[in-house]
């Protein structure tokens, strides 16, 4: 049984493993490129494959393809869109420009497979479904491409918001739970005014919650497509009904709010929407990397640092040190962060580096966008389940490091003036003594107007202290 077929494209003939879906320019792409060894995410191809089943679709009821074709070529897609043929997509995302690869690559699975379903041959000349007059009908990568990468980031935007909410509702009920706890705050890393815990688990998920609202507002963006306007926007080889047929058809089929183009030739031209996107991405990455950061501050020790939590111990923290058990979950999402804005910066300059009618970088910016999602997905939810959650508060450690906190004096200000509680501060800390002895000592309050001024728990619901 001979292990390839041959088949030909307007270059000449091209060797094809035998049971390949895929056909002659999807082998020239695997051939030209291989560069990664990475292969298109899921989204990519099973927004690629709604392009095609809903053309089909359109075009049939336009009059301009059979119907019995549309239905082949629906039925082939519908395998694509359910992930049943996953193994045939093996173009590398650094590919030719624009996504030629890509799409092709799509076509003539779909094609091989329409084909094949009411009995044809896998191969050339062996059924009437065509890769390019058929199924890319009405088409250009220029179009289906830039409509791919906002309907993949669409699908997988509530999966990701979800995800994002499960976090900030996790630090939400550690908010809820420790609101009693009563620490010392810190600034520029020093000693600063007190803090109840509850109030910093607080501000992390008001974080989280205002980068949804900051993504959900980038994603609005996305909803327009420019489905339709073929090679350079002019729709040229498209009914003139198509855009529109097309937009409400993609629309029905996904469930997703979509939006026609106000002009085809900036939605051809201009990859803004995209790059806006992977900005909302990159400022909530940003921002995770901080809440990280602090989580790590916060557990340092369990004896040298801070220690006034202690993320939960899932896994031998040194290969010498017996015992030692690290931040993993904190140090994971770090990284996963750097990486997302990474990413971020890819698309930002793919997407500056677009000329005249198309830009040429769409692979590029799909394969980082779909990554981005992907990482920060899996990253939060590992970070959200197995550190969040089962975090251990230290409330020994973080009142005791606040009872030695000689800032507490700030709270005296408007009782006895800023040098005066300096003088103060400056004598317990080189005493070892705390605020309350040494004010009163001073004679500047009495016990009982001392006691009073320092309850940090009602220092931390703000205020002037008399």
């Given at each position: 049984?001979t292990q390839?077929?041959?088949?030909r494209?307007?270059?000449?003939?091209?060797?094809?493993?035998?049971k390949a879906?895929y056909?002659?320019?999807?082998q020239?792409?695997?051939?030209?490129f291989?560069?990664?060894?990475l292969?298109?995410?899921?989204?990519?191809?099973w927004?690629m494959?709604?392009?095609?089943?809903?053309?089909a679709?359109?075009?049939?009821?336009?009059g301009l393809?059979?119907?019995?074709m549309?239905?082949a070529?629906?039925?082939?897609?519908?395998?694509?869109?359910?992930g049943?043929?996953d193994?045939?997509f093996?173009?590398?995302?650094?590919?030719?420009?624009?996504?030629?690869?890509?799409?092709?690559?799509?076509?003539?699975?779909?094609?091989n497979?329409?084909?094949?379903l009411?009995?044809?041959?896998l191969?050339e000349?062996?059924g009437?479904v065509?890769?390019n007059d058929?199924?890319?009908?009405?088409?250009s990568?220029?179009?289906?491409?830039?409509?791919a990468?906002?309907?993949g980031v669409l699908?997988?935007?509530d999966?990701l918001l979800?995800?994002?909410g499960?976090?900030?509702a996790?630090?939400r009920e550690?908010a809820?739970?420790?609101?009693?706890?009563?620490?010392?705050?810190?600034?520029?890393l020093?000693?600063?005014?007190?803090?109840r815990?509850?109030?910093?688990?607080g501000?992390?998920a008001?974080?989280?919650e205002?980068?949804?609202?900051?993504?959900?507002?980038?994603?609005?963006g996305l909803r327009?497509v420019g489905?339709?306007?073929?090679a350079?926007g002019?729709?040229?080889?498209?009914?003139?009904?198509y855009?529109v047929?097309?937009?409400?058809t993609l629309?029905q089929?996904t469930?997703?709010?979509l939006y026609?183009s106000?002009?085809l030739?900036?939605?051809?031209?201009?990859?803004?929407d995209a790059?806006f996107?992977?900005?909302?991405?990159?400022a909530t990455a940003q921002?995770f990397?901080r809440i990280?950061n602090?989580?790590?501050l916060?557990?340092s020790?369990p004896?040298?640092?801070?220690?006034?939590?202690?993320?939960p111990?899932?896994?031998p923290g040194?290969?010498?040190m017996?015992?030692k058990?690290n931040?993993v979950?904190a140090?994971?999402?770090?990284?996963?962060?750097?990486?997302?804005?990474?990413?971020?910066?890819?698309?930002t300059l793919?997407s500056?580096a677009?000329?005249l009618?198309?830009?040429v970088m769409?692979?590029?910016i799909a394969h980082?966008l779909n990554?981005?999602i992907?990482v920060m997905?899996?990253?939060?939810?590992?970070?959200?389940?197995?550190?969040?959650?089962?975090?251990?508060i230290?409330?020994e450690t973080?009142?005791?490091?606040?009872?030695r906190?000689?800032?507490?004096v700030?709270a005296l200000n408007?009782?006895?003036?800023y040098?005066?509680g300096?003088?103060?501060?400056?004598?317990?800390?080189?005493?070892g003594?705390?605020?309350?002895e040494?004010?009163?000592e001073?004679?500047?309050l009495?016990?009982?107007e001392?006691?009073?001024a320092l309850?940090?728990?009602a220092?931390?619901?703000g205020g002037?202290r008399?």
């Amino acid at each position: 049984m001979t292990q390839h077929r041959v088949e030909r494209d307007s270059l000449g003939e091209v060797r094809v493993p035998a049971k390949a879906w895929y056909g002659a320019q999807t082998q020239r792409a695997v051939e030209n490129f291989p560069v990664s060894g990475l292969k298109p995410w899921p989204a990519f191809v099973w927004s690629m494959a709604v392009i095609k089943r809903c053309a089909a679709e359109v075009n049939r009821e336009l009059g301009l393809l059979d119907a019995k074709m549309a239905d082949a070529i629906i039925a082939a897609a519908d395998e694509v869109i359910a992930g049943q043929l996953d193994a045939e997509f093996v173009v590398d995302p650094f590919q030719a420009g624009a996504g030629t690869s890509h799409n092709m690559n799509v076509n003539e699975v779909i094609a091989n497979r329409a084909n094949a379903l009411p009995g044809f041959d896998l191969g050339e000349d062996q059924g009437p479904v065509d890769a390019n007059d058929h199924v890319n009908m009405a088409q250009s990568t220029n179009d289906t491409i830039p409509t791919a990468i906002r309907l993949g980031v669409l699908w997988r935007l509530d999966e990701l918001l979800t995800t994002l909410g499960r976090c900030a509702a996790a630090f939400r009920e550690q908010a809820t739970a420790t609101d009693d706890v009563v620490k010392s705050g810190r600034t520029h890393l020093q000693d600063a005014v007190p803090i109840r815990l509850g109030q910093e688990f607080g501000a992390y998920a008001s974080a989280i919650e205002r980068n949804c609202e900051k993504i959900r507002l980038a994603a609005e963006g996305l909803r327009r497509v420019g489905i339709g306007g073929t090679a350079n926007g002019s729709g040229l080889n498209a009914h003139p009904a198509y855009h529109v047929r097309m937009v409400a058809t993609l629309s029905q089929y996904t469930g997703l709010i979509l939006y026609e183009s106000d002009d085809l030739f900036e939605s051809m031209q201009s990859m803004q929407d995209a790059c806006f996107f992977s900005g909302a991405l990159r400022a909530t990455a940003q921002d995770f990397t901080r809440i990280a950061n602090d989580i790590r501050l916060l557990s340092s020790g369990p004896t040298t640092g801070l220690a006034e939590i202690t993320c939960p111990p899932v896994q031998p923290g040194s290969s010498i040190m017996p015992g030692k058990v690290n931040p993993v979950l904190a140090e994971m999402l770090n990284m996963a962060m750097y990486h997302v804005m990474g990413n971020d910066l890819t698309v930002t300059l793919a997407s500056q580096a677009g000329q005249l009618e198309l830009n040429v970088m769409m692979p590029v910016i799909a394969h980082n966008l779909n990554e981005m999602i992907h990482v920060m997905n899996g990253s939060v939810n590992a970070f959200t389940e197995k550190c969040v959650r089962g975090l251990i508060i230290n409330r020994e450690t973080a009142e005791g490091w606040l009872a030695r906190n000689p800032v507490l004096v700030t709270a005296l200000n408007p009782l006895i003036g800023y040098q005066k509680g300096a003088e103060v501060a400056k004598k317990a800390l080189a005493e070892g003594r705390g605020i309350r002895e040494v004010v009163v000592e001073l004679g500047y309050l009495s016990e009982e107007e001392a006691d009073a001024a320092l309850d940090a728990a009602a220092m931390t619901r703000g205020g002037i202290r008399n």
